[in-house]
């Protein structure tokens, strides 16, 4: 293998953990409360916003990462018991609520810091990069988006099998009503998932903004790329998105390194729809019990 | 049932809400076409730039260049003697809602001219209409040029009047010869490398490679990582939106300094480089006709009116700057022929019309509807600013079809065949496109 195409396989490794970033907090609240937020996109622009206005307030990326998190998480707070709960058991229509909660968000940020482009800078600890392999330093800051992605990952993964909590979740995965008759408040579960997969999109807006554009439009290509990810990893397991994004990520990158990134993005959607064809819940999809 | 009722009172209540935020929204869209009513005897301008939806960023700008040119134009005694009233049309960075607005403004509100448009799809989508009802459209953007319509004026730059100096001067200046070209995938980026590669040809450059980008694009490592692997000692990029702030803050992230391997650019403007932070921005370079700090009085005066009207931190660029001179030369062409009959605008007011613009003097081409305008390079500052290294001699002359790609091709329409062909009502001629074909 050439050096060049190692670096690029490394490369698609950073790709594969902002695509993960941005989808954790979606395959969250689909996979347990069941609700396909349309509105993941521009969450994740709130806290790309929250990391600019701490950015301003002095604090750096690290600082943003907390308050990203309390802020779209009282963000998802709002939306879950103002609209959500209401309407759980009727898909569609949480699918058209969520997006109108989208279009809501996108026009009031555009009110509130105008149309202008906003900058988010990384640490300055993080600036630079080391030199690994083949002809490009590897910058701190994609390590760090790994990092980020692994701890996230780990933390969910504690949360939902190593506390009293998750196994009440997984309880009311497997068998909604079977768990509220033993006395589970199933309503409860819901709204605090669907704040902590909220609070996640949060901290996706707040880490990628420095190395991406701080716009009020800039939600809709997260949320392609998050849907996806949990298109083609399936939401059954927690590994779905790790999966999903690895494959996506690394795909990308090198067809986009063999030919070009039209090419390459061209690629892996038609990838994705063959994959769905053969596995339609994902590769790890999930069956309820009934 | 207490649930039902709590869910009725919540619908009720969310939908007075709802009712709120839409005339919370739309009420100063609302108030501005009131004040536009125009009394009889005014002169209505249609202003059609998209205040909402994913372009409204740099439409909204545009919009605000031409108001205040206009407010300006009528605190001086307005046009005529009369007052000039714009009728603003938001086509919510829709293609299909700008041809419908601009036949609404045509039509219903029979404006004199409208300035309007940004990307080339609008304005294409906008010119069938201009074409069959005979209004005239001037447009204010950068554009990939090979276009000629009579119904149409292009008061921003064409390829020819960014690149033809702007190559030659980083081969010869800046001693770089090996030019790696990326670009958004769309028609503006191929036409201006089909020009880059061109020149480089005719002044002993090299193209190294070549790539373009989905619109849109925010990740470019690999990208990054091929140019690393090109030899490239200069970037020539055409990316346009979202993509070029996350582009150059990744290109540095990846260990490059403008120093060793500085982008060069004809689009990336004030707007992008405040957004992408100073330690992204500075020593890249830009061509462009007009930059903030170009240094004549009508520029600083522009900029403090701007800033006056619109808040402190607002920064003035390219395109904004010739939606401003565009309101001008309308109005000198309006004041020249004496009334607003298209096609004595067209024909007599607006070819050769010149105005003191905030670059320099400008001045509509006699024949091809384009405009003549100034050269500049600029290098990007820590503060967002761009200082000004190169100016050219004098105005550039547009050409829509550069000789050396399209020898045999031009637009000229002070050639009675050409007249003759273009006076025809559409009517009579439906199989005729209004773009002239040479």
């Given at each position: 293998m050439s050096q060049a195409l190692i670096s690029q396989v490394l490369i698609g490794l950073s790709v594969a953990a902002i695509l993960a970033i941005a989808a954790m907090g979606l395959a969250i609240i689909f996979g347990i409360a069941g609700v396909i937020n349309m509105a993941h996109g521009q969450f994740i622009m709130v806290g790309a916003y929250t990391a600019a206005v701490v950015g301003q307030l002095g604090g750096n990326t690290f600082v943003a990462i907390p308050v990203a998190f309390v802020v779209v998480a009282l963000l998802g707070l709002i939306v879950e018991r103002g609209i959500i709960q209401w309407i759980y058991d009727r898909p569609l229509e949480t699918l058209l609520a969520t997006w109108g909660v989208g279009i809501i968000l996108e026009v009031l940020m555009k009110v509130i810091f105008g149309p202008e482009l906003y900058y988010v800078g990384a640490p300055k600890i993080l600036d630079g990069g080391i030199r690994l392999i083949g002809r490009l330093p590897y910058p701190y800051y994609r390590m760090f988006l790994i990092a980020v992605a692994l701890v996230m990952l780990f933390v969910t993964l504690y949360i939902i099998f190593r506390t009293d909590f998750g196994l009440k979740v997984r309880s009311v995965r497997r068998n909604r009503a079977m768990s509220g008759c033993l006395g589970i408040d199933t309503a409860r579960i819901d709204m605090l998932i669907f704040m902590y997969g909220s609070g996640l999109a949060g901290i996706a807006g707040a880490v990628l903004a420095p190395i991406k554009s701080v716009s009020t439009t800039m939600g809709f290509s997260y949320a392609v790329g998050s849907y996806m990810v949990i298109v083609l990893g399936g939401v059954g397991n927690l590994l779905g998105v790790p999966t999903g994004s690895f494959l996506i990520g690394e795909g990308e990158t090198l067809l986009a390194y063999k030919y070009n990134a039209v090419i390459g993005q061209l690629l892996v959607f038609v990838a994705i729809v063959i994959a769905i064809r053969v596995f339609p819940r994902g590769i790890f999809g999930y069956h309820e019990r009934r | 049932m207490p649930k039902t009722i709590r869910r009725r009172s919540f619908l009720k209540g969310s939908a007075a809400g709802l009712g709120a935020l839409v005339i919370g929204t739309t009420a100063p869209y609302y108030f501005q076409r009131n004040i536009a009513k125009a009394q009889e005897g005014d002169i209505k301008v249609g202003i059609l730039h998209s205040l909402s939806g994913t372009i409204a960023i740099i439409e909204t700008s545009l919009h605000n260049a031409e108001l205040l040119a206009i407010e300006e134009i009528n605190a001086k005694g307005g046009v005529l003697g009369k007052k000039l009233v714009p009728v603003v049309e938001d086509p919510q960075s829709l293609v299909q809602v700008f041809a419908e607005k601009a036949k609404k403004l045509l039509l219903e509100d029979k404006v004199a001219a409208v300035l309007g448009c940004y990307t080339s799809a609008s304005r294409q989508s906008v010119l069938p209409v201009f074409e069959e009802y005979n209004g005239l459209l001037l447009y204010p953007t950068l554009y990939e040029a090979q276009e000629c319509s009579k119904n149409c004026f292009y008061t921003g730059a064409v390829p020819n009047q960014q690149l033809d100096d702007f190559v030659p001067w980083i081969i010869q200046t800046l001693g770089r010869k090996k030019f790696y070209m990326i670009g958004s995938n769309y028609i503006y980026p191929k036409e201006t490398n089909r020009e880059v590669k061109a020149l480089l040809e005719k002044h002993g450059g090299e193209n190294v490679g070549e790539e373009y980008a989905p619109l849109?694009?925010?990740?470019?490592s690999t990208i990054i990582n091929n140019i690393a692997g090109s030899g490239a000692d200069i970037v020539f990029s055409d990316l346009v939106g979202d993509s070029i702030v996350a582009f150059y803050k990744q290109f540095r992230q990846f260990g490059f300094t403008a120093a060793d391997l500085p982008i060069c650019t004809p689009i990336t403007t004030e707007q992008e480089t405040a957004a992408m932070g100073p330690e992204n921005a500075a020593g890249h370079y830009t061509s462009f006709n007009y930059f903030q700090t170009v240094d004549t009085p009508e520029n600083k005066s522009f900029v403090e009116r701007y800033k006056a009207k619109y808040g402190a931190n607002q920064v003035t660029n390219a395109v904004m700057e010739a939606a401003y001179f565009q309101t001008y030369l309308l109005a000198q062409a309006i004041e020249k022929v004496g009334n607003t009959e298209t096609d004595a605008l067209i024909f007599d007011g607006l070819p050769g019309q010149e105005f003191k613009a905030p670059q320099g003097p400008v001045k509509i081409d006699e024949k091809n509807h384009h405009t003549w305008l100034w050269a500049r390079i600029g290098k990007a500052r820590e503060d967002g600013q761009f200082d000004i290294v190169w100016t050219s001699q004098d105005r550039i002359r547009p050409d829509p079809w550069v000789d050396y790609l399209y020898p045999n091709k031009d637009c000229d329409f002070t050639d009675p065949k050409v007249l003759e062909r273009v006076k025809k009502p559409w009517a009579e001629d439906k199989n005729r496109s209004g773009t002239i074909d040479l």
């Open positions: - | 849109g694009h925010t990740e470019f």
